[in-house]
Antibody, heavy 123, light 110 residues
């Protein structure tokens, strides 16, 4: 059974760095597993569209949204089954529900999603 | 990477068919068959409805179908039902090895 759960602060101040953790179960991201799985972060501002942010693959390749690349870092801790996203220089425009999700790398299917966590950026 | 273009809204009466378009470029939709569609009800996480342009995951109604022509992918919902009222998003793999979502379409059942 595959599950993903996001955790992190609900409120951050402008210019601060956001750190979100995705804790997952039911699959592996370890290199030794050659699982072919990836984890992505996706966000959705209130009332607006989904926006893909970043992806880390089982072989530790990392990919970022072109528009946010300079502010994002994604990493994995296979021993804890966790993926961490950091986003620097937070702005009120970054207020959104942040989702982590599993991707199957052979066909880029986003097949399982976390419930999402709302992050508000305000002073 | 610009968002894929979808109509803001589409509506139909129960039993009718509707089609949602998703237009990109040769660097995403037109270049790969890794196009998927997601349904999102208010306050819920998205749900996979179509993958690889036209494949349905197990458990998804066969009223949902997908296709692609050139740089435009399409999702068709036939026999529209009240439960189909939701937001729909397309998604594509890109030439930069990233993913990109569409602008989203609100489906209203009249």
């Amino acid at each position: 059974q595959v599950t993903l759960r996001e955790s992190g602060p609900a409120l951050v101040k402008p210019t601060q760095t956001l750190t979100l953790t995705c804790t997952f179960s039911g699959f592996s991201l370890s290199i030794s597993s050659s699982s072919g799985m990836c984890v992505s972060w996706i966000r959705q501002p209130p009332g607006k569209a989904l926006e893909w942010l970043a992806r880390v693959d089982w072989d530790n390749d990392q990919y970022y949204s072109t528009s946010l690349k300079t502010r994002l870092t994604i990493s994995k801790d296979t021993s804890k089954n966790q993926v961490v996203l950091t986003m620097t220089n937070m702005d009120p425009a970054d207020t959104a529900t942040y989702y982590c999700a599993r991707i199957v790398d052979i066909n880029m299917i986003i097949d399982y999603w976390g419930q999402g966590t709302l992050v508000t950026v305000s002073s | 990477q610009s968002a894929l273009t979808q109509p803001a809204s589409v509506s139909g009466s129960p039993g009718q068919s509707i089609t949602i378009s998703c237009t990109g470029s040769s660097s995403d939709v037109g270049g790969y068959d890794y196009v998927s569609w997601y349904q999102q009800h208010p306050g819920k996480a998205p749900k996979l409805m179509i993958y690889e342009v036209s494949n349905r995951p197990s458990g998804v109604s066969d009223r949902f179908s997908g296709s692609k022509s050139g740089n435009t992918a399409s999702l068709t919902i036939s026999g529209l039902q009240a439960e189909d009222e939701a937001d729909y998003y397309c998604n594509s793999y890109t030439s930069s090895s990233t993913l990109v979502f569409g602008t989203g379409t609100k489906v209203t059942v009249l």
